[in-house]
């Protein structure tokens, strides 16, 4: 699972990991706690090569008509995505990359608060979330571009933590997670191959529960026993 992640980075620095020819900074100020349903960064192909534009975190089909009663979907599971009505064309024809600093997750403490903890990359850096995307339109003509990221079975030791983890593209392969329908296998086949090691898990204050919190000191380790009350995290459904 990935119901919260940070992105703070230069956009200078997004521009060059993407190859992105043109890309509209103002989508960049420092976020250390995107939560869904909020607007994210997306990498997509566009028709002039990779582009960065902002969607909504929490995936809509286009054949959805009442969006009150359709479940949030801001994962997929790469194990049946395949297979799922709600992402089956995406995976084939709309398949992106979402940029990110690392995430959070929650670990389960017996009947205690959980326990949060920010995993990022042991050699620091952006990384690239497979993701899947989709426009929804609404009754009215209205156009709402939307995402989901794409998660794998955790490894050791972050397994330790959660037993799921979001799928990490390597910059070698995003032309071929951004190719179209002929190459849907291929691409599938490379969502394991940035795995656990690549990354570290630091416990961080409860503070990150809130949403309203946002701020550099939530990716700071802490120690002991916390002050912050606790709060659930973002509570979603996999179709």
């Given at each position: 699972?990935c119901?919260?992640?940070?992105?703070?980075?230069?956009?200078?620095?997004?521009?060059?990991?993407?190859?992105?020819?043109?890309?509209?900074?103002r989508l960049?100020p420092?976020?250390?706690?995107?939560?869904?349903?909020?607007?994210?960064?997306?990498?997509?192909?566009?028709?002039?090569?990779?582009?960065?534009?902002?969607?909504?975190?929490?995936?809509?089909?286009?054949?959805?008509?009442?969006?009150?009663?359709?479940?949030?979907?801001?994962?997929?599971?790469?194990?049946?995505?395949?297979?799922?009505?709600?992402?089956?064309?995406?995976?084939?024809?709309?398949?992106?990359?979402?940029?990110?600093?690392?995430?959070?997750e929650?670990?389960?403490?017996?009947?205690?608060?959980?326990?949060p903890y920010?995993?990022?990359?042991?050699?620091?850096?952006?990384?690239?979330?497979?993701?899947?995307?989709?426009?929804?339109?609404?009754?009215?003509?209205?156009?709402?571009?939307?995402?989901?990221?794409?998660?794998?079975?955790?490894?050791?030791?972050?397994?330790?933590?959660?037993?799921?983890?979001?799928a990490?593209?390597?910059?070698?392969?995003?032309?071929?997670?951004?190719?179209?329908?002929?190459?849907?296998?291929?691409?599938?086949s490379?969502?394991?191959?940035?795995?656990?090691e690549?990354?570290?898990?630091?416990p961080?204050?409860?503070?990150v529960?809130?949403?309203a919190d946002?701020?550099?000191?939530?990716?700071?380790?802490?120690?002991?026993?916390?002050?912050?009350?606790?709060?659930?995290?973002?509570?979603?459904?996999?179709l």
């Open positions: 699972m119901g919260r992640f940070v992105l703070a980075m230069p956009a200078d620095v997004i521009k060059e990991l993407f190859n992105l020819a043109v890309f509209d900074e960049l420092p976020r250390y706690n995107i939560a869904p349903t909020q607007p994210i960064v997306v990498i997509r192909q566009g028709f002039d090569g990779a582009e960065g534009v902002p969607m909504r975190w929490g995936f809509l089909p286009s054949w959805v008509k009442d969006t009150t009663r359709f479940p949030l979907l801001i994962n997929a599971r790469a194990e049946d995505i395949r297979e799922k009505p709600a992402f089956r064309n995406a995976i084939r024809r709309r398949r992106c990359l979402v940029p990110a600093s690392g995430f959070y929650w670990q389960a403490r017996g009947k205690g608060p959980k326990q920010w995993i990022a990359p042991k050699a620091g850096g952006p990384v690239a979330f497979a993701g899947i995307w989709e426009t929804w339109i609404g009754t009215d003509g209205s156009e709402i571009d939307t995402a989901a990221i794409i998660t794998v079975a955790a490894e050791a030791p972050l397994d330790e933590v959660h037993h799921r983890r979001p990490m593209i390597a910059p070698e392969n995003f032309a071929l997670w951004l190719s179209g329908e002929e190459t849907t296998d291929a691409a599938l490379i969502l394991t191959d940035l795995g656990a690549t990354l570290q898990a630091t961080v204050s409860r503070r529960n809130r949403v946002d701020d550099p000191g939530l990716i700071e380790p802490v120690s002991g026993e916390e002050e912050a009350p606790p709060a659930k995290p973002v509570q979603q459904r996999l």
